[in-house]
């Protein structure tokens, strides 16, 4: 539920409120009852949560035969305390669809979605409607080089204070979180990446897998870091991915030539990963064996006992093996036996000088699955490394124009897909770049036919002035990471010509964007209470007619009091389309759910028949009342709730709605939302 006068004046976010909200979802037998009372509105509200009873817990351990951990260490660094606050901290932000992009037809029946704006706003709203929804996330975050950018920025708006209070933190602590706004150590980087990978494991299916990219300049911490979100035991592994082939001379003479992705699952006993199809075309059953098609297999194995080292005379020559120098047979006397009972041991009629006198088939069918295993080197084939990408992105898809830096090679990602998801898998990238995912994911849908939906997001950043990219029209990265992706499916369409209408090159874009100051005041000083007729139009302020994109500051602006913009975009939202959207995805619905708009006297409500809810966001009359009422009263429409936005309805209009809801409409309720 999205009330963005509560989000802006009543935020009770503590640094242990998100871990309470999953320890209440997955043990609520250990908590104590929540106590209720009434708000002046007449509404009941929990007054105080239940509690966590820490002794009935430890008794269920107890009667359990539970062993307790007491050795151990801890990850903790500076910021820790506020990056955990973050993950629980409600967003202030609006979803403003791109109505003239998503209705455009190609893009209006797409199931991808494209989401502009700050990662971790992004995930608080995707962690509404998308948790235990993703089977696969794949990141590039910022790999904190010293040279590649990343300084960790926020506007801190907790005061002093509140990091008192909320935080319980001492002088010293507030005076170092201050100092890691602006900066780019360890630190700073563990506060950034922190929340962002609390929420992505929320999103991960139980089945799920992330995978990481990274260096040598954060591997330690992200292993670390990773350990703590997932735990230890969801460590599956990592991949070493070749880079280039040589560097210039360098200070130490090291040549470092490769990275890391880290590799792990939400539950290490249902995440899997799976290699190329295995190439069973060697079985063959020449002898017609009612168990299927075999191949000879190596009777001989590493380690043993006296029970597997004997000797196997074959009856019908009389020729003698035993196990090869320093090993064993990979059975024991009474397993061969059945062997040879079940023709599974074949005895030879002639035994030439130097080969055993029988062969054991593997049959095809005991094969415990169908791929390979994924190998840790996969990744240092040349067709991985930097080059590769950068040449693909400038040659095949750009005109020979190198408009991004540092792209992810494309058969990479296609490579890790392949290798976790099926064909009806979600796939998300929040630290979206130049979009290599997208491309990846659709390459991939078109050769072997899948329907995997992706999931991009990325910062409207500024590009350079003076780059390649800013000099042709993109003036931030999120244009050409879209600009990629519709390039890239038109050439995958040219490659495949026999793809059909499934195939699905479009995407929706939306932009995730911050209340401007004027909206906030008109919110935050508005009186529900009040029954003079409200005159101000908040729903405009929310329209995407001005979305600005590319925040940056002039160099002389030190205290960065005065931002600039490097575009100003027009999007064709109205604040109706704006608020339907960030409340339906904080109501918990996917942002491809069917909305229908239902015209009534003089304005329109919404309606979602997925859980039987009537939005009603603009302005509304004592007609349309009566209209809607009389829909729902004939059960053309099934609604059990109403919910209206406080600010387009006055007093009269208001109470008319809640009285004859009340009094003519059994079992459906009004929630207003200011």
């Not at 008794?59 to 606050?85: C, P, Q, R």
């Not at 990275?259 to 792990?264: H, L, N, T």
């Not at 600005?548 to 939202?573: C, I, M, R």
Request: glycine share 6%; no cysteine.
């Amino acid at each position: 539920m999205v009330d963005f006068k509560q989000i802006l004046t009543e935020d009770n976010t503590e640094p242990n409120t998100e871990f309470l909200k999953q320890l209440r979802s997955k043990l609520p037998e250990f908590f104590t009852q929540d106590k209720y009372g009434i708000d002046k509105n007449g509404k009941e509200v929990v007054v105080e949560a239940g509690g966590f009873d820490i002794q009935k817990f430890q008794t269920s351990l107890s009667n359990h035969n539970v062993n307790e951990i007491v050795d151990g260490y801890t990850l903790n660094f500076v910021g820790k305390k506020y990056a955990e606050l973050q993950v629980g901290k409600p967003t202030a932000s609006v979803i403003i669809p791109d109505m003239n992009h998503n209705n455009e037809p190609k893009n209006a029946q797409s199931e991808n979605i494209f989401l502009t704006g700050d990662n971790l706003n992004v995930l608080k709203h995707l962690q509404q409607a998308y948790t235990n929804s993703i089977d696969m996330i794949y990141l590039d975050p910022p790999y904190n080089t010293g040279s590649d950018g990343f300084v960790y920025n926020d506007n801190f708006d907790l005061s002093d204070e509140d990091l008192r209070n909320i935080l319980n933190m001492s002088e010293d602590e507030i005076n170092k979180i201050h100092l890691l706004n602006g900066r780019s150590s360890h630190s700073a980087w563990l506060t950034f990446m922190y929340p962002r990978l609390k929420i992505a494991q929320q999103l991960l299916k139980d089945s799920g897998i992330i995978f990481v990219s990274i260096d040598e300049h954060e591997y330690a911490n992200l292993k670390l870091l990773l350990d703590h979100v997932f735990g230890e035991n969801s460590y599956l592994g990592d991949v070493i991915r070749k880079t280039r082939s040589s560097a210039n001379d360098t200070s130490n003479g090291f040549n470092q030539q490769h990275e890391y992705v880290f590799i792990y699952g939400k539950n290490a006993r249902l995440s899997h990963i799976h290699g190329e199809i295995k190439d069973n075309s060697k079985y063959k059953n020449p002898d017609n064996d009612p168990s299927g098609a075999w191949v000879i297999t190596d009777p001989s194995a590493r380690s043993g006992g006296p029970n597997s080292s004997f000797q196997i005379v074959n009856p019908k020559n009389g020729h003698v093996d035993t196990p090869p120098a320093g090993r064993y047979w990979a059975f024991s006397r009474s397993t061969f036996d059945k062997w040879v009972e079940q023709g599974k041991v074949v005895f030879k009629d002639e035994v030439k000088e130097g080969q055993r006198g029988f062969f054991v088939k593997k049959y095809l069918y005991e094969l415990k699955n169908e791929f390979n295993t994924v190998n840790s080197l996969f990744g240092t084939d040349n067709r991985f490394m930097n080059q590769a990408a950068t040449k693909y992105l400038r040659d095949e898809l750009f005109d020979g124009n190198d408009y991004f830096s540092s792209p992810k090679p494309v058969e990479l990602i296609k490579n890790l897909v392949k290798y976790s998801t099926n064909q009806d898998s979600l796939i998300l990238d929040f630290f979206a770049g130049s979009a290599t995912t997208a491309d990846a994911v659709m390459q991939l849908n078109a050769e072997d036919g899948g329907n995997r939906k992706w999931i991009l997001n990325t910062l409207d950043e500024k590009t350079p002035d003076d780059s390649n990219a800013s000099k042709a029209g993109y003036l931030t990265i999120d244009e050409i990471a879209r600009e990629r992706i519709k390039r890239s499916g038109k050439k995958i369409k040219k490659e495949h010509p026999d793809l059909g209408v499934h195939f699905d090159s479009g995407f929706k874009h939306y932009y995730i964007k911050e209340m401007n100051a004027s909206t906030i005041d008109k919110i935050v000083d508005f009186d529900p209470n009040n029954i003079q007729l409200l005159t101000d139009d908040v729903v405009s302020e929310f329209s995407g007619n001005a979305v600005k994109l590319g925040k940056y500051y002039e160099k002389s602006d030190k205290d960065k009091v005065n931002p600039k913009f490097a575009k100003v975009v027009d999007t064709g939202a109205t604040g109706e389309n704006t608020i339907l959207q960030t409340w339906l995805i904080n109501d918990g619905y996917k942002l491809d759910v069917l909305v229908k708009t239902i015209e009534l006297v003089h304005n329109n409500v919404h309606y979602v028949e997925d859980g039987s809810m009537i939005y009603i966001i603009d302005q509304f009359t004592q007609e349309d009342v009566e209209a809607l009422l009389n829909i729902i009263g004939t059960h053309q429409l099934n609604v059990k709730t109403i919910i209206v936005f406080g600010y387009s309805f006055d007093f009269a209009t208001m109470t008319s709605l809640k009285n004859n809801v009340k009094t003519a409409l059994d079992g459906v309720r009004v929630e207003v939302r200011y």
